[in-house]
């Protein structure tokens, strides 16, 4: 099963359960994916999506009155912009379940547009699902990622392959030159999710996907804890000592 099905899949046992949760941040470049979710939590006529539907349809046009999604305008998201999106989430939906906003491209949300979001994440509507999209985690404020649960959207096998390498040498090395703490924290996104990976794959959740993982000598238990260590460090990249915490990430994921 390719991994973009895998979030389809998980998102309808959560509809199933009418679970889904109110706020989430998709990290990742693949907008299609949140199309179909989108059509997926409103869609009545099946358990992901119809494709038939009034609302599928709505959906794929760009005109669902219950959908709102908000992109940089033109380089960043401003405050006026996040202001009409909290007065869209505070209306009644007019035919679906849930008022939908997706933010694209999140990471460029202005300071005051961010702050402003802030107290919507906290108390978000009831009935509305919030989508935030961004292809890079460490421009967003730690308060609006800590209240939002995490996606991690499908790489290109390349590019994780790359990463992968990069990484292995970065790890052996130890190092991080000076100024390059937005390397750093891109280093720890992608560690994250090739680690990640790697409890897919031990859990038997993934088949055949060595190059997606980095296959280090950590037992299951090893692993996850490895990874609450290294989304802490993440968290507060912006202020930590680079080359200390790097050193602290190689002895605990016991890289040589």
């Known amino acids: 099963?390719?991994?973009?099905?895998?979030?389809?899949?998980y998102f309808t046992v959560l509809k199933s359960r009418e679970i889904?949760?109110?706020?989430?941040?998709?990290?990742?470049?693949?907008?299609?994916?949140?199309?179909?979710?989108?059509?997926?939590?409103?869609?009545?006529?099946n358990s992901q999506f119809c494709n038939q539907c009034w609302s599928c349809k709505r959906v794929d046009d760009g005109h669902h009155p219950d959908l709102l999604v908000v992109e940089p305008d033109p380089i960043n998201i401003k405050f006026n912009q996040i202001r009409e999106a909290i007065r869209f989430l505070s209306r009644r939906s007019f035919y679906s379940p849930k008022k939908i906003l997706i933010i694209k491209d999140a990471q460029k949300l202005t300071d005051q547009a961010a702050n402003l979001f802030l107290k919507t994440l906290e108390e978000s509507p009831k009935n509305s699902f919030i989508g935030l999209v961004c292809s890079k985690l460490?421009?967003?404020?730690?308060?609006?990622?800590?209240?939002c649960r995490k996606i991690y959207l499908p790489y290109s096998k390349v590019k994780l392959a790359k990463s992968k390498?990069?990484?292995?040498?970065?790890l052996r090395s130890g190092y991080f030159g000076p100024g390059k703490r937005k390397d750093f924290s891109l280093f720890l996104e992608s560690l994250i999710i090739l680690l990640?990976?790697?409890?897919?794959?031990?859990?038997?959740?993934?088949?055949?996907h060595e190059a997606d993982s980095?296959?280090?000598?950590?037992?299951?238990?090893?692993?996850?804890?490895a990874l609450e260590d290294l989304f802490k460090v993440y968290n507060a990249a912006g202020t930590v000592n680079i080359n200390l915490a790097l050193n602290l990430i190689k002895m605990r994921l016991r890289c040589n």
Do not use: W
């Open 20 to 45: 889904i949760g109110s706020s989430y941040i998709f990290i990742g470049g693949q907008f299609l994916i949140i199309n179909r979710l989108i059509k997926l939590i409103n869609c009545a006529e």
């Open 196 to 208: 990640h990976n790697q409890l897919k794959n031990d859990a038997g959740y993934n088949n055949n």
């Open 214 to 225: 980095l296959t280090l000598d950590l037992n299951f238990k090893e692993a996850v804890i």
């Open 138 to 147: 460490e421009d967003i404020l730690p308060t609006i990622i800590s209240r």
């Open 165 to 170: 390498e990069k990484i292995k040498s970065i």
């Open 1 to 9: 099963m390719k991994p973009e099905e895998k979030i389809i899949d």
